[in-house]
C-alpha cells in the first residue's frame, strides 16, 4: 500500500512538472508574439508603431512578463545568470518616467538614395592576414567603426540567431573640425546598435536605433535618438553629454516586426516602437553591432573626439551571451578609413581587466583637427 502511494506521489509530481513546464513554455511563445505584435498605436511613419502607454503607477521591475511585453518595455534579463545586464536594465527602467507621444520625425536623406548598389555597399578589407587563432577579424570600413559579433546564419534559426543586443552610450559634444567652416559642407556622424547590419554589408539599414549627429551650414545642428529597420524616424532630441539605453529585440525574426526601445537616461525620456520587417530585408540574426559611423553621400564625418559604450552585450535565441570584448574571429573589430585608407575613426576593446568584455571607446582621428572626412 504504501509502495502505490510513493508510485501515485511521483506520477502526480511528474504531472505537474510537465504541466509547469509547458505551460512555461506557453507564456514565452505567448510573450514573444506581444512583443513582435502587440505595438497597435500607428505613428505618422507607414510600418512604424508604438506601444500602448501603461497605466499610472506601473511599475516595470514588479511587471509580468506579458505587461512589459505589451507595453514594449524590454524582456526582464535573468539577475542570477546575468547580472551586469539586470542592474542596467532596472536602472534603466527605474529612470523611465517621461514616455514619448507625438509625430515621429523622418529621418534625413543622406545620399544614399542617389548612389548606385554598387556604391552604397562597403568594401570591407581586411587589414592582415593573421591565423583565425589570433582574435577578432580586423577589417576596416568607409563608413563605420566598431564591433559586430557574427555568425554564418543565411536564414533565420530558432537556436542559433541573434535577437537581443543592447548597451549605454554617451552623446558626445559634436562639432565641425576645428578651424574649418565651409557652407559647402554637412557633417554627420551617428551611433547605432542594432541587428543584421555589419555581416551583410549594410544592404539595408538594419534593425535598430542610435543617436543622429548632424551640422548644416555650420551652424545649424541636429542631435536626435533615431529608431529604423528600412523605414524609420526620430521620436526625440538628445543634449551633449546625456546618457542613452537602447535595447534591440525580435524573437521571432524572419518577417515578424521588431522592438526598439530607446531611452535618455538624463532627461527621463524613452519610446518603445515596433517596425516592421521589409519585405525584401527579413531578419536573419546573423550579426549584431556596436557602431560609430559618417553619412554618405554629400556628409562628411563630424568631430566628436570620444564616445563610450557601456554594458554592450548579446544574447541568440537560446539564451547563450555575447560580447563586443569576445577574442573569438567571429567578431569583427572595424576600423573606419577616409579614402586614402587613413585612420579616421578607431575603437578601444578588451576582453579583460579595466575595459572588460562590455566596453567600447570610439575616438576621431586626424580629420577632427585637418579640415573633415572624405
Not at 65 to 92: C, I, V
Not at 256 to 282: K, M, Q, W
Not at 295 to 301: C, D, F, K, T, V
Not at 324 to 341: Q, R
Amino acid at each position: 500500500m504504501k509502495l502505490k502511494t510513493i508510485f501515485a506521489a511521483v506520477a502526480l509530481a511528474g504531472f505537474f512538472l510537465i504541466s509547469a513546464t509547458t505551460l512555461a513554455s506557453a507564456q514565452s511563445d505567448a510573450v514573444r508574439s506581444i512583443y513582435a505584435w502587440g505595438a497597435t498605436v500607428p505613428t505618422n511613419i507607414a510600418g512604424v508603431h508604438t506601444y500602448p502607454a501603461p497605466p499610472a503607477g506601473f511599475n516595470p521591475l514588479t511587471a509580468t512578463d506579458e505587461e512589459l511585453a505589451t507595453h514594449g518595455f524590454p524582456p526582464r534579463p535573468n539577475k542570477q545568470t546575468d547580472a551586469s545586464h539586470y542592474g542596467m536594465w532596472a536602472g534603466a527602467m527605474t529612470a523611465a518616467k517621461i514616455r514619448w507621444t507625438g509625430d515621429l520625425k523622418p529621418m534625413p536623406s543622406s545620399g544614399r538614395e542617389k548612389m548606385e548598389p554598387s556604391q552604397a555597399a562597403p568594401v570591407l578589407v581586411p587589414q592582415s592576414a593573421k591565423p583565425a587563432a589570433a582574435g577578432p577579424t580586423q577589417f576596416t570600413s568607409p563608413l563605420w567603426s566598431g564591433v559586430s559579433s557574427t555568425n554564418k546564419l543565411t536564414k533565420w534559426n530558432t537556436k542559433t540567431s541573434f535577437d537581443d543586443v543592447w548597451g549605454e552610450f554617451t552623446v558626445p559634444v559634436f562639432q565641425p573640425p576645428f578651424g574649418v567652416c565651409n557652407i559647402h559642407y554637412q557633417y554627420q556622424t551617428w551611433a547605432v546598435i542594432g541587428i543584421d547590419g555589419s555581416a551583410g554589408g549594410y544592404p539595408h539599414l538594419p534593425l535598430g536605433g542610435g543617436i543622429l549627429l548632424q551640422f548644416e551650414n555650420c551652424h545649424d545642428y541636429l542631435l536626435t535618438a533615431f529608431v529604423v529597420w528600412d523605414e524609420g524616424g526620430m521620436p526625440f532630441s538628445v543634449n551633449p553629454g546625456d546618457i542613452v539605453y537602447l535595447e534591440v529585440y525580435n524573437s521571432l525574426g524572419g518577417a515578424n516586426p521588431g522592438t526598439v526601445f530607446i531611452e535618455d537616461l538624463t532627461t527621463l525620456t524613452y519610446a518603445a516602437v515596433g517596425l516592421e520587417s521589409p519585405p525584401a530585408s527579413p531578419l536573419i540574426g546573423n550579426s549584431v553591432e556596436w557602431l560609430v559611423g559618417s553619412g554618405l553621400g554629400p556628409y562628411l564625418m563630424g568631430n566628436t573626439i570620444g564616445i563610450s559604450f557601456e554594458g554592450a552585450e548579446a544574447l541568440n535565441t537560446s539564451g547563450k551571451q555575447f560580447f563586443p570584448g569576445s577574442t573569438s574571429p567571429s567578431n569583427h573589430v572595424y576600423t573606419m578609413v577616409d579614402n586614402s585608407g587613413n585612420d579616421i575613426e578607431i575603437v578601444s576593446y578588451g576582453s579583460s581587466g579595466n575595459q572588460g568584455q562590455h566596453s567600447l571607446f570610439f575616438q576621431t582621428t586626424g580629420c577632427a583637427y585637418t579640415g573633415g572626412c572624405p
